[in-house]
């Protein structure tokens, strides 16, 4: 049978297309319904994910796709046929079928209709990230010996580079940057998976994440009331007290931090915890540095971060210095 040939009902074709990121055998109710009403369901992937489910549902695929010519002919009569894609689509199919629509060559074309079975949720992508590295990690030389010691410093070190990307301003920046930061953390717990005494993997590191939030956000979650960001600081810090249990406002301040950072973190706990702390005398011997924390006390009182503050400013210098020719 010729295209011109197609008689009857012009039948009706369903490029039924799934994602690889979704479980397989999960499909929506009008994907599910269209399968079970079908003629005919084609697949050009014998070992397609949802192949076992389909058998499994009553479901009979037949395997290859027919040519665009022969699939008209299939619909003939008013039949359905549907096309469970794989992975990447069917664009070879679809443009055959395009062609043929557009060559005038045929009469009483079926129905095409593209129909979601499954589709990404927000951070789908996330998915991705854990598979790639999961394989990274058991076949790359380098990957695949790698600590969590032994990557800290590169954590670091893109840390720094995003926030050098936000200073800048460069939203493509930004972006990469941020993904190699994530990089670090998906790395780090796979790394961690692997462990003999103390496993966790990503899964767990999100879980924890996700239950801190919702406990430190009562406001979003329960029944607290916040009406400004520093009601907000509040209950995070109560939260985060009873938590940690902790004897002092400094504990869990990291002191491997750069030094003004460290300076306005001390500062802001003491203020926030309503602490009156004079600054220590300023000694002969070591006057800089005394120096140096005044002033970042009088910046943190100011609401100004002082590591940003010098940071900017240093770059500011940084271009007067390449504007002189240096």
Known sequence: MTVRELNGAPGRIVLLTTSHRVAPGLLSWPAWQVLHEADLVVSRDAGHPHGPYLREAGVAVRHGVPTATELLSACAGGRTVVVLAGAEGEPQLTDELARIA?????????ELELLPGSYDLPGARLLDLVRVMDEIRA??????VQT?????????????????????????????ELGDVLLQVVFHARIA???????????????TIV????RRHPHVFGDAKAETP?????????????????????????????????????LGRARTAGLAVPLPETPHDAGFGYRLLALAAEAEA????????????????????IAAGG
């Open 302 to 321: 100011a609401g100004v971060n002082p590591e940003t503050a010098l940071r900017a400013a240093a770059r500011a210098y940084r271009e007067a210095i």
């Open 139 to 144: 076949t790359c030389p380098w990957a695949s």
């Open 211 to 214: 239950a801190k939030l919702i």
């Open 102 to 110: 557009g060559s005038g060559r045929a009469t009483g074309l079926p």
């Open 193 to 207: 998976a692997e462990d003999a005494d103390e496993p966790f993997d990503i899964d767990d590191v999100a879980g």
């Open 230 to 266: 520093e009601d907000v600081k509040a209950l995070w810090f109560a939260a985060k007290a009873e938590e940690k249990a902790r004897t002092s406002v400094t504990e869990g301040v990291p002191l491997g931090q750069p030094a003004l950072a460290l300076a306005a973190k001390l």
């Open 148 to 176: 969590n010691e032994g990557l800290a410093p590169y954590g670091l070190e893109e840390v720094f580079e995003l926030v050098e990307a936000v200073e800048n301003g460069d939203r493509a920046e930004i972006r990469e």
